[in-house]
């Protein structure tokens, strides 16, 4: 295999917007196929790449012989199923997060990615952007000293009743949509796995659209705010015994603002490093691409996204109820 050729299961607006032209510009692979029923969704991918075969099932693509690898930005509740069925057709898989609606769902992929030989991985772009393997390196170097407590947010509003995110029946709501992220995040960036959490949630028609949660990590505290009825905002912030990490942009980069690490130690001056030219979702691509053609180990396995959907679970599970 010279490359790896891709196919879309179904036209979504995020995949149309993002996710396919990284498909077809990152290194080692195209934009091969698109399984949808619209041809008006169907034009908006041909302009990203013109030789386009569309299929008309989902199943159809997962039977054409020409594609290696298959992403897959359907409604949360049908990944896990449609994921373990790209694996059966003998077709790497890429899974827009969350992979799963609970942690232990995650074991059936890993049993089933490894019965196959195949790579399966859940599209957790942040930790291919430059900014946060360079936050994860200077927190591991001790340059703002141990950790004491790191915090996190990500907001925006979106009220619309017609948006998926906003339908408890297809695993929509602010946590599973966006909370993976300042989990997530904290997770990669230290290395550490959060013990007890305690959290509250405000809940629309069934579905989470603010929470709060605040956790113990071996070594260090965690609050976070993640919502969906707020004005924008993100930022990660690692406070240690010397000195400040902050992270000004850290999910949208070039989206919400330039990708930028801040970092204070004592009175000194901050010292800012730029991360403008990445693009994190080429960079996603680009690994998994890699992984396929060469075997190298994908930066992001199941077992960490795993990690991030226990600590959701936790959320969700001793949360108490906002008014």
């Given at each position: 295999m010279s490359h790896v050729s891709w196919g879309v299961l179904g036209a979504a607006q995020f995949a149309r917007n993002f996710m396919a032209p990284a498909l077809h510009l990152a290194p080692g692979g195209k934009l091969a196929a698109l399984a949808t029923r619209s041809a008006d969704k169907a034009d908006g991918f041909r302009a990203i790449a013109p030789d386009l075969t569309v299929h008309d099932s989902y199943d159809a693509l997962l039977a054409d012989p020409a594609i290696d690898a298959v992403y897959i930005p359907l409604p949360n509740t049908m990944h896990v199923d449609w994921t373990l069925k790209t694996l059966a057709a003998g077709k790497h898989v890429l899974t827009e997060k969350p992979i799963s609606m609970q942690a232990e769902e995650i074991d059936q992929l890993i049993a089933a990615r490894d019965d196959s030989g195949l790579l399966a991985a859940e599209a957790y772009m942040i930790v291919h952007h430059p900014q946060w393997q360079f936050a994860r390196d200077q927190i591991k170097a001790g340059a703002i000293g141990d950790l004491v407590h790191v915090s996190g947010m990500f907001c925006f509003d979106n009220p619309d009743p017609d948006n998926i995110r906003n339908k408890a029946n297809t695993g929509g709501g602010a946590l599973r949509d966006i909370g993976c992220y300042v989990m997530g995040g904290a997770r990669f960036a230290t290395g550490k796995?959060?013990?007890?959490?305690?959290?509250?949630?405000?809940?629309?028609?069934?579905?989470?659209?603010?929470?709060?949660?605040?956790?113990?990590?071996?070594?260090?505290?965690?609050h976070a705010v993640v919502s969906t009825r707020l004005s924008p905002a993100q930022e990660m912030v690692f406070y240690g015994r010397s000195g400040t990490l902050r992270l000004t942009t850290p999910f949208n980069a070039q989206?919400?603002?330039?990708?930028?690490?801040e970092v204070q130690r004592g009175g000194a001056e901050t010292q800012v490093h730029r991360f403008g030219g990445?693009?994190?979702?080429?960079?996603?691509?680009?690994?998994?691409?890699?992984?396929?053609?060469?075997?190298?180990?994908?930066?992001?396995?199941?077992?960490?996204?795993?990690?991030?959907?226990?600590?959701?679970d936790q959320v969700f599970a001793n949360a108490r109820t906002l008014d």
């Open positions: 796995e959060p013990g007890e959490i305690r959290s509250a949630i405000r809940w629309e028609n069934g579905y989470d659209v603010f929470s709060q949660i605040d956790a113990q990590f071996p070594g260090f505290t965690y989206v919400f603002g330039e990708a930028k690490v990445a693009r994190q979702y080429e960079l996603q691509v680009a690994a998994f691409n890699a992984s396929v053609l060469t075997g190298a180990a994908y930066p992001c396995p199941l077992e960490f996204s795993k990690g991030t959907q226990a600590a959701i």
